[in-house]
């Protein structure tokens, strides 16, 4: 029901976007967001964003470079990654989470839903 796309690689310095297409919903929409995870490491949160608001938060290594936004109406969540570097190097995970609550997205256990992922791969 969630389908990441549009990884791949890129060099140091340059731009990706990402999609995740909620496709064939079954369930109503809070929040979706961005978590990455990268070999070896724990899953960690990259951003998320309110579905009906747009209200959005970003880890502190991203702000400024990476941009998560929505479609609406095409159920369907971006992440717009700018300044590219090696350590930003992961498989990228979108999640959903389905019922209203204010706190805790940080969290992967504050998600109910989550994508296979996209592999991005930064080269130096």
């Known amino acids: 029901q969630l389908a990441e796309s549009g990884g791949g690689l890129v060099q140091t310095g340059g731009s990706l976007r990402i999609s995740c297409a909620a496709s064939t919903l079954r369930f109503s929409t809070y929040a979706m967001g961005w978590f990455r995870q990268a070999p070896g490491k724990e899953r960690v949160f990259v951003a998320a964003?309110?579905?009906?608001?747009?209200?959005?938060d970003y880890a502190n290594s991203v702000p400024g470079r990476f941009t998560i936004s929505r479609d609406y109406l095409k159920n369907i969540l971006y992440l717009q990654m700018d300044s590219l570097k090696p350590e930003d190097t992961a498989a990228y995970h979108c999640a959903v989470r389905s019922r209203p609550l204010d706190s805790g997205w940080y969290s992967e256990t504050w998600w109910d839903y989550w994508g296979q992922g996209t592999q991005v791969t930064v080269s130096s």
């Open positions: 964003i309110t579905w009906s608001r747009g209200n959005t």
